[in-house]
């Protein structure tokens, strides 16, 4: 018997290996039985001679557990075929394995796809069922008619439940009966035997939704615990443990005994519509690391995850897969790395320290995975976080090219986790994350637009510049509760700044805030029920003329801000289509102070509607304006009458202790206004003017003008 220390060099001779390219039947028979010899004689290292490997068309290079490959200068290629499935070098359900150095070719541009379908699945270096604790290392694949890299699991159940036969109103009781008193819980009444020979094959099994993931019409139980009762085969009841969905259950930590089990959860029996959900003990590779390899020319994908756990690519180089060649196109998905299929079956995913370029759809994307994580990487080409996912996170990546994401797990976005941004740069594309919960912290967007929605969207300390005169959004927040501190928008070319939706948000926070426009028309910065600005500058330096507002239909707290060259509205209520005041309270809801307002540009200047340049109040019912400093320079070029500010009075307002200074370096007609109106009102509505209440103290005018207009002075 060889020593288990040894390594051993195959005889190419004394199993009938080619190393030229030739003979592939037997190449491939007998590269199979040498390293069965290896295995069954505990050798552990096994070392294959350089040279070329012709791979038999209808088998694979099979490798085997507790083993050290190292394939350098070797190259595996996969002889000519019609196959609609195939892989190159196959880790079936084995553990400990290490391989390096190893290039696969598939048969790209010599495959005979003529029978029809997708011809998607052939693949370089596969990772499946129950693999555990792979690592693969210095390895190449291009030109398969598939991905280059693959993880894949099998879909093993033990049974469904099926709505309603396999379901009942009610929770478990502590006899393991149900109680259907408990009408907020439902109960899977089916018993599942754990007992067979499929969950002893994997140790473990754990409660998933359907074949797609989902758990149907009026359940969603990614965020929900779920009980797994556990039963001897006599019926006696063993107690209970919670679980999550998707988590496995593993045999060794059950109770002794436990033959069967089945499954409660707090949810709606009466909501539920025909639901199918299943429990799985699916063959799923874990601990698969792909470190220092490169994917390129490969058909479908340059790597896939269609089934893993703790899988990892770092240092990798995957590029140039899915685009055309000579002789064959890219089919779907066409993306550098996918993660897809077996849903939140797929779980803490990692990428880190690759280069990930020029691959047909884009760089990556994911599909309701549970964690992933991609950290110091440079993608080009579109980067989506995709589905029903929970918990994505990206640190310290260089994006060229857009992103898209979401994180919603639970279905409610409130409950959802969030899909973290942090330290990363966005070079040139749209960043658009319009569900879930969002966090952007110390990013920078070169030239880049930015849309947040969903539940939350926090933008900390980042940086976005635009310059694209052809293109109109710069930047939109429509989340239900958006916060941005100590972050800079530098908009300096763009048809418009942003086109947030009106009264999309419930509470709006901006705290040491900068925004910067040069030649654009302006947008609407935000439409929202409470808002809070503090400490931010808006500043508009360019010849265009620019205009923005801000729509508050409850509260409005604006304070120790700079408001430059900016045509600016706060309306109240949603006028998008329809006339409406804000919350009439009986108390100040709405207040502006301690802010400066400068204007020195007279072509920024912009009349909108009836409001006219200037910063303009309308739709509010009790306003405070107090404290503020309005300054108009004219630089020697006459800026005429300004309506420095302009308000349309409803109930009630106090402008109190405000300053307003014209500066003239020249003997011209500039003069500051602030002008006090009657209720704005559109043609034909029907909202009454109401009686005005006005309380005017302590505001300095150094050449400049208050005035009450006519209209204002009949509400009075």
Request: net charge neutral; with cysteine; charged share 20%.
């Amino acid at each position: 018997m060889v020593s288990s220390n040894a390594t051993y060099v195959v005889e190419l001779d004394r199993w009938g290996i080619k190393n030229d390219g030739t003979d592939a039947l037997n190449t491939t028979n007998g590269i199979n039985s040498a390293f069965l010899w290896a295995r069954d004689n505990n050798l552990y290292t096994v070392v294959l001679p350089k040279g070329q490997y012709l791979i038999d068309k209808n088998s694979s290079v099979l490798l085997q557990s507790n083993t050290h490959y190292k394939f350098y200068d070797c190259l595996f290629i996969k002889e000519s075929n019609n196959l609609t499935v195939y892989s190159i070098l196959t880790c079936d359900g084995i553990k400990n394995v290490t391989i390096e150095g190893a290039t696969v070719k598939g048969d790209r541009e010599t495959h005979n796809y003529s029978s029809g379908g997708t011809h998607e699945w052939g693949h370089g270096i596969e990772c499946k069922n129950s693999c555990y604790n792979i690592s693969i290392k210095d390895c190449e694949a291009y030109e398969c008619t598939g991905d280059g890299f693959v993880t894949s699991m099998d879909f093993s159940a033990i049974g469904g439940a099926q709505h309603p036969a396999h379901f009942a109103k009610g929770d478990i009781n502590s006899q393991g009966n149900i109680d259907n008193t408990k009408t907020n819980y439902t109960t899977v009444s089916k018993y599942f035997d754990i007992t067979g020979n499929l969950v002893k094959s994997v140790g473990y099994f754990y409660y998933a939704g359907d074949g797609y993931g989902g758990y149907g019409t009026g359940s969603n139980l990614n965020k929900t615990v779920i009980k797994v009762h556990f039963y001897k085969s006599d019926d006696t009841y063993l107690g209970f443990r919670n679980t999550r969905s998707y988590e496995f259950i593993y045999l060794d930590s059950l109770p002794v005994g436990t033959a069967k089990v089945r499954f409660s959860f707090l949810q709606n029996y009466d909501l539920m519509s025909g639901n199918l959900h299943y429990v799985m003990c699916a063959k799923i590779p874990q601990y698969i690391n792909f470190s220092n390899c490169k994917s390129h020319k490969n058909r479908r994908l340059g790597a896939s995850i269609n089934g893993g756990r703790f899988v990892t690519f770092d240092s990798c180089e995957i590029y140039n897969n899915s685009n055309p060649l000579s002789k064959s196109s890219g089919t779907n998905p066409g993306y550098g790395i996918d993660v897809e299929d077996g849903y939140m079956t797929n779980q803490k995913i990692t990428i880190r320290n690759c280069n990930i370029y020029d691959n047909r759809a884009g760089a990556f994307v994911c599909v309701s995975t549970r964690g992933v994580h991609v950290e110091n990487n440079k993608f080009r080409g579109l980067f989506v976080f995709s589905g029903s996912g929970d918990d994505y996170f990206s640190l310290n990546n260089m994006y060229y090219g857009g992103i898209s994401g979401r994180s919603i797990t639970s279905g409610v976005e409130v409950d959802g986790t969030f899909c973290t941004f942090r330290n990363d740069s966005v070079f040139g594309e749209s960043v658009s994350i319009l569900a879930g919960n969002t966090t952007l912290e110390n990013c920078v967007f070169s030239k880049s637009s930015l849309s947040l929605g969903g539940e939350t969207a926090k933008v900390i300390n980042c940086k976005l510049t635009f310059d694209d005169p052809d293109k109109n959004a710069a930047f939109g927040f429509s989340g239900k509760n958006v916060e941005i501190y100590n972050s800079l928008f530098d908009i300096r070319r763009s048809k418009g700044t942003s086109s947030a939706s009106y009264n999309s948000s419930e509470n709006v926070i901006l705290s040491n805030v900068k925004f910067i426009t040069r030649e654009t028309s302006g947008g609407h910065y935000v439409g929202t029920k409470n808002l809070i600005v503090n400490k931010c500058e808006f500043n508009h330096s360019g010849n265009t003329t620019n205009y923005s507002r801000m729509m508050v239909s409850e509260s409005m707290k604006v304070e120790d801000s700079i408001f430059k060259n900016q045509s600016f509205r706060f309306d109240g209520g949603d006028i998008n289509g329809t006339e409406k005041l804000a919350n009439e309270t009986g108390y100040i809801t709405h207040s502006f102070k301690n802010n400066k307002i400068i204007w020195d540009a007279p072509n920024s200047t912009y009349t909108h509607e009836a409001r006219g340049p200037g910063i303009a109040f309308l739709y509010i019912p009790r306003v405070e304006i107090f404290n503020n400093i309005f300054h108009v320079i004219d630089k020697g070029i006459s800026i005429g009458s300004l309506y420095t500010l302009r308000i349309f009075t409803e109930n009630h307002l106090n402008l109190s202790n405000n300053t307003i200074l014209t500066t003239k370096t020249s003997n011209t007609n500039t003069k500051g206004t602030i002008t006090i109106e009657g209720a704005y009102r559109k043609s034909g509505s029907t909202i009454v003017i109401p009686k005005t209440t006005i309380v005017d103290q302590n505001n300095i005018k150094i050449n400049s003008d208050i005035i009450y207009t006519n209209n204002v002075k009949d509400q009075l």
